[in-house]
């Protein structure tokens, strides 16, 4: 198609919907190449960079957009979002500023300048944001759930109405279901009726789990396929590098803790949560298009040069891991590829979170994950968690058995609630680093964060969360039913 900028562009969304993203890429670059001066097109096109995972070209992208003459509100808001998501807060804040105070009546640029000062630990400028969000619209669901995570949040009576009035007018609309629904939990929580939240989140994730059928079973097989595939490559002699230190483990299972704390160290960065190996295990596998691991997949990876691999993996990475000799990947489904990093990168440590079960399983469920992820989408069905949380389990379990223990270690969550010290020594002797007492006072450590974990990391260690699914009452007994069968919780 030779076409002008807006038929490329109109190519380039296509091609994004369908994501297919290597697609949109090139399309988009079209785009720019027709109107270089467009802050839109270059925001989209530096957008779906950071989508396929060039981390680079959507920095540098976005920092050259922002300085367009006549940059709109909503492309400031769009880099800000970008420089977000490749770990550079401070900028990402200051952008998403500058795009309130063009449109400072915009309920969806306040709400996302919130979360870029939540991100950068700002959290009375957060608040300061939501409240405004909502008062410009009474019925924005996201900027609900974004106040009720906010730390020192205490629903009024006037909030919980307000939610279960929203939620009752939001049935039949998935994302807003989600929204209220995890937030009038948090406020049931707050108020220390637990058994109420968990009926509030079943109700409220009903329609999306109805909308998209979730196969734990292909899941599960994805997972077993992992060992398989390790046993098989990938071939040859990995990278030798030992700068990766992979923090891996089901979501909410402590993995930016200890992120936090690693990364608290002097010789540490932490790159975030990269999608260098996922996409890479795709590109392996001839996929262009982004979807979550398969038993296919896994076994294609197998056929891959294993210094190929490490290489292309370290050059990803390059741009988020810091001038330090050593950095994290907090990428907590990484699990399913800790056979191909320990031959890729041979160097390289594994550091597995585990947390009980129990909790694990209600952490995924209580969590309201981005809509439009490929992997998560077990948590909207608490039987679906239990089952995936179980796979998990038992891959865990295989690559303590064939994967060498100088690489691949097991870090039990509440072990480090109870004694940080021994545990952290322990864990950075693993690694090869040195003590360092930063790493014990992790929650004093000024750097963003973008995970859900974003406040939790800001406070010292407490315990909590330990036992937490204890509080849910009989409407939490199918997961543990799940659990015991597969041999996790007594």
């Given at each position: 198609m030779s076409g002008s900028a807006e038929q490329w562009r109109d190519e380039g969304m296509a091609a994004s919907a369908r994501r297919d993203h290597a697609g949109a890429i090139r399309a988009f670059e079209q785009a720019v190449i027709l109107s270089p001066r467009d802050p839109a097109l270059a925001a989209r096109l530096a957008l779906e960079r950071l989508t396929w995972g060039d981390i680079d070209g959507a920095r540098s992208g976005?920092?050259?957009?922002?300085?367009?003459?006549?940059?709109?509100?909503?492309?400031?808001?769009?880099?800000?979002?970008?420089?977000?998501?490749?770990?550079?807060?401070d900028e990402a804040l200051a952008l998403f500023r500058r795009a309130a105070a063009l449109a400072p009546r915009d309920a969806a640029i306040l709400r996302n300048l919130a979360w870029g000062a939540q991100h950068a630990g700002q959290f009375a400028e957060a608040e300061a944001a939501l409240r405004r969000?909502?008062?410009?619209?009474?019925?924005?669901?996201?900027?609900?759930?974004s106040l009720s995570g906010l730390p020192g949040w205490r629903p009024t009576a006037g909030d919980v109405a307000a939610l279960e009035r929203l939620l009752a007018g939001a049935a039949g609309d998935e994302e807003r279901s989600l929204?209220?629904?995890?937030?009038?939990?948090?406020?049931?929580?707050t108020l220390g009726d637990a058994p109420a939240?968990?009926?509030?989140?079943?109700?409220?994730?009903?329609?999306?789990?109805?909308?998209?059928?979730?196969?734990?079973?292909?899941?599960?097989?994805?997972?077993?396929?992992?060992?398989?595939?390790?046993?098989?490559g990938p071939t040859g002699q990995g990278d030798p590098s030992d700068a990766p230190i992979f923090v891996v483990g089901p979501p909410r299972s402590g993995t930016t803790l200890l992120d936090r704390i690693l990364s608290s160290h002097r010789q540490v960065t932490s790159a975030g949560e990269l999608r260098a190996m996922p996409l890479l295990a795709l590109r392996i596998a001839g996929l262009q298009v982004e979807r979550s691991p398969s038993a296919e997949i896994m076994l294609r990876t197998a056929g891959a040069p294993a210094a190929m691999v490490g290489k292309t993996y370290l050059e990803a990475a390059a741009s988020l891991a810091g001038t330090t000799p050593?950095?994290?990947?907090?990428?907590?489904?990484?699990?399913?590829?800790?056979?191909?990093?320990?031959?890729?990168?041979?160097?390289?440590?594994?550091?597995?979170?585990?947390?009980r079960p129990a909790d694990t399983v209600l952490g995924n469920y209580r969590q309201f994950f981005a809509s439009g992820s490929v992997f998560h989408?077990?948590?909207?069905?608490?039987?679906?968690?239990?089952?995936?949380?179980?796979?998990?389990?038992?891959?865990?379990?295989?690559?303590?058995?064939?994967?060498?223990?100088?690489?691949?270690?097991?870090?039990?969550?509440?072990?480090?609630?109870?004694?940080?010290?021994?545990?952290?020594?322990?864990?950075?002797?693993?690694?090869?680093?040195?003590?360092?007492?930063?790493?014990?006072?992790?929650?004093?450590?000024?750097?963003?964060?973008?995970?859900?974990?974003?406040?939790?990391?800001?406070?010292?260690?407490?315990?909590?969360?330990?036992?937490l699914w204890r509080r849910y009452g009989p409407g939490f007994e199918p997961a543990l039913k799940i659990l015991r069968e597969a041999g996790l919780e007594p």
């Open positions: 976005a920092r050259a957009a922002r300085d367009l003459p006549g940059i709109d509100a909503k492309s400031l808001d769009r880099l800000g979002h970008i420089l977000n998501r490749t770990a550079d807060f969000t909502l008062a410009l619209a009474p019925a924005d669901d996201k900027a609900w759930f929204g209220f629904g995890h937030a009038l939990a948090r406020a049931q929580e939240a968990l009926a509030i989140l079943t109700r409220a994730k009903a329609p999306r789990r109805r909308a998209r059928r979730f196969d734990v079973a292909a899941a599960v097989a994805a997972f077993e396929a992992a060992p398989v595939a390790w046993s098989r050593r950095f994290t990947d907090k990428r907590p489904f990484n699990l399913i590829f800790a056979g191909l990093i320990s031959r890729a990168l041979p160097g390289a440590r594994i550091l597995r979170m585990r947390r989408d077990y948590a909207y069905d608490l039987e679906d968690t239990a089952r995936y949380v179980a796979g998990l389990e038992a891959l865990s379990a295989a690559w303590e058995r064939l994967l060498p223990p100088d690489r691949y270690r097991v870090i039990d969550y509440e072990a480090l609630v109870a004694d940080p010290e021994r545990q952290i020594r322990g864990v950075l002797d693993f690694c090869g680093l040195a003590w360092d007492p930063a790493c014990l006072d992790f929650h004093r450590n000024t750097a963003g964060v973008s995970t859900a974990s974003a406040v939790q990391v800001r406070e010292p260690l407490h315990d909590r969360s330990i036992g």
